[in-house]
């Protein structure tokens, strides 16, 4: 068994125009003052990071690394959820998804596709001058628009769009192999790896691709009323990267898993800061250090109640009282009564 590292912070609920969380300087000493010991970080954020830098220049990434360590953190991964969504965009997405990608890509939905591909090659190519091992990242969803089956889907509809999907990341997927580095998609609604079945459709796509593994975030898994102690099992072999969030799902006589377009707050399923949700923690743990998950835990703070700085600190807190550091030896150890296979045929009446 190994110990998981952390706590870790996701940063890109935090980064911001106003200090401390306007710098990789600042905000990195922020998290460490929270009790972190590790960050991820939002490679789309240039506040934080020069990305193009990050791909090309080993001397960048050592710097930047280093800084993150005088302030008392390591870079765990980066990631890049928004580049990664506009890997493959429905068009009855694209005026809400343009947001995502550089302004001069806007209103050209092929260019910023392409964009969007270099955009993650970069990141691969960047963590490997990190010398970091994982990645995180959306699929992207050309499917997600016909996920309720009415009106009936066209026969192979979904095939076809599983089919795209796969041909527009199979080549990344050989550009993170030749990096040394995990693509770990988030399963996360909205996307079209949102569960555990369209992970494998599309896994299946890629030839089983060693690269395409998978980000757990049981707080998404809440909110689908999905089994998501029984998926670490399933997939122990894939979990490459572990988001630590919390969520609630209440179901009403009047709402329940679409939550009728209400807001986070009025809806049935909602995250929570850690703590405060129904996720079991413990048992997610205990999991996660039996399977011998050697990642990081990293806090993506989401919570439309509390603040999010005290949601920050008080996760810091949670997530160190929740790593099992595990054992090296059995606990009964000391009982131990040495016996050898002459001893063991004895005992079985093995002559």
């Known amino acids: 068994m190994k110990t998981i590292k952390g706590p870790a912070l996701f940063l890109a609920q935090f980064a911001g125009d106003d200090a401390p969380f306007n710098s990789w300087d600042l905000i990195t000493k922020w998290a460490a003052d929270c009790g972190y010991k590790g960050v991820q970080v939002p490679s789309w954020d240039d506040r934080l990071i020069d990305l193009s830098k990050a791909a090309e220049s080993k001397d960048y990434c050592d710097e930047f690394m280093g800084m993150a360590a005088e302030n008392g953190v390591k870079v765990t991964e980066l990631s890049t959820h928004l580049q990664g969504q506009l890997v493959a965009v429905h068009p009855a997405y694209d005026t809400a998804f343009d947001g ?53 889907r066209p026969a192979g509809l979904v095939e076809t769009a599983f089919d795209e999907l796969a041909k527009r990341w199979k080549p990344i997927l050989d ?40 980000l757990y975030d049981p707080s998404h ?107 090296d030896k059995a606990f009964d150890d000391f009982a131990n009564s040495g016996t050898d296979e002459d001893a063991n045929r004895a005992l079985l009446g093995i002559n």
């Open 100 to 152: 995502f990608c550089a302004p001069e890509m806007r209103g050209n939905p092929t260019m910023r596709q392409q964009w969007a591909v270099d955009q993650v090659r970069k990141a691969l190519s960047a963590s490997r001058n990190m010398g970091i091992g994982a990645h995180a990242t959306f699929s992207g969803a050309l499917a997600w628009p016909f996920i309720y089956p009415w009106p009936q």
């Open 175 to 214: 550009h993170a192999e030749e990096c040394g580095v995990d693509i770990c998609f988030e399963i996360h609604p909205g996307e079209d790896l949102h569960d555990g079945i369209t992970y494998e459709m599309f896994l299946e796509r890629t030839g089983n691709h060693a690269r395409a593994c998978m």
């Open 221 to 327: 898994y809440v909110l689908q009323c999905l089994d998501y102690l029984e998926n670490i099992d399933i997939y122990r072999d894939r979990i490459r990267m572990f988001h630590v969030k919390d969520a609630e799902f209440n179901p009403t006589g009047r709402q329940g898993v679409y939550s009728g377009y209400q807001p986070w707050l009025d809806r049935a399923g909602r995250f929570r800061s850690l703590g405060d949700g129904q996720v079991d923690f413990g048992a997610v743990f205990s999991k996660m250090a039996a399977n011998d998950f050697d990642g990081w835990a990293v806090v993506e703070w989401e919570c439309c109640l509390k603040d999010p700085e005290a949601g920050a600190r008080e996760g810091a807190r949670f997530v160190a009282d929740h790593i099992i550091r595990v054992t």
